[in-house]
C-alpha cells in the first residue's frame, strides 16, 4: 500500500504545480470532514478557486493503462461523494475564506498518467459531472 500512497502523493504535488501554474488559487488540500454527525466518509484532494469559480478538484494517478488509466478511476459513485464531500467542506468554511466573487462552484478531475519514462501526461477535465 506504501507504493500506491507514494503515487498519489506525487500525483496530487503535480496536480498542484499544475494549478498553480494555469493561475489557480488552492485553498485546501487533503481535506476531510470531522468524523461523526452524519457527515460524508471521503476526501477532497484540492480545492481551488478558478476565477469566479470555486473548484473541488479529485485527483486520480496512474502509472499504467492496465485498468483503463486515471480517467476509468473516475466513477458516478465516486462523483457523487465528491458532490456530497463540497457541501460539507462549503458548510464548514463559514467565514474562513472570503466567498465574495465566487459565482459557482464545479467539480474537476486531474487525471495523471506516469509513463514508462517516468514523465507525467496530465489532463485536466473540467466541469465534470
Keep these: 500500500m506504501a507504493a500506491k500512497d507514494a503515487l498519489g502523493a506525487r500525483g496530487e504535488e503535480i496536480a498542484t504545480r499544475e494549478l498553480l501554474a494555469l493561475g489557480w488559487s488552492v485553498l485546501a488540500r487533503n481535506w476531510r470532514p470531522a468524523p461523526?454527525?452524519?457527515?460524508?466518509?471521503?476526501?477532497?484532494?484540492?480545492?481551488?478557486?478558478?476565477?469566479?469559480?470555486?473548484?473541488?478538484?479529485?485527483?486520480?494517478?496512474?502509472?499504467?493503462?492496465?485498468?483503463?488509466?486515471?480517467?476509468?478511476?473516475?466513477?458516478?459513485a465516486k462523483l457523487a461523494r465528491l458532490r456530497r464531500l463540497a457541501a460539507a467542506w462549503l458548510a464548514s468554511q463559514d467565514r474562513r475564506i472570503d466567498f465574495a466573487g465566487i459565482d459557482g462552484v464545479?467539480?474537476?478531475?486531474?487525471?495523471?498518467?506516469?509513463?514508462?519514462?517516468?514523465?507525467?501526461?496530465?489532463?485536466?477535465?473540467?466541469?465534470?459531472?
Excluded at 452524519?38 to 478558478?50: C, F, K, M, S, Y
Excluded at 464545479?106 to 459531472?129: A, K, M, N, Q, S
Design 36 to 76: 461523526g454527525r452524519g457527515l460524508p466518509r471521503g476526501e477532497i484532494d484540492i480545492v481551488a478557486r478558478d476565477g469566479a469559480e470555486l473548484v473541488i478538484v479529485e485527483v486520480k494517478t496512474r502509472s499504467t493503462a492496465a485498468f483503463g488509466g486515471a480517467v476509468a478511476a473516475v466513477t458516478r
Design 106 to 129: 464545479r467539480i474537476d478531475v486531474v487525471c495523471i498518467d506516469i509513463g514508462r519514462d517516468g514523465r507525467p501526461r496530465v489532463e485536466i477535465l473540467r466541469g465534470v459531472e
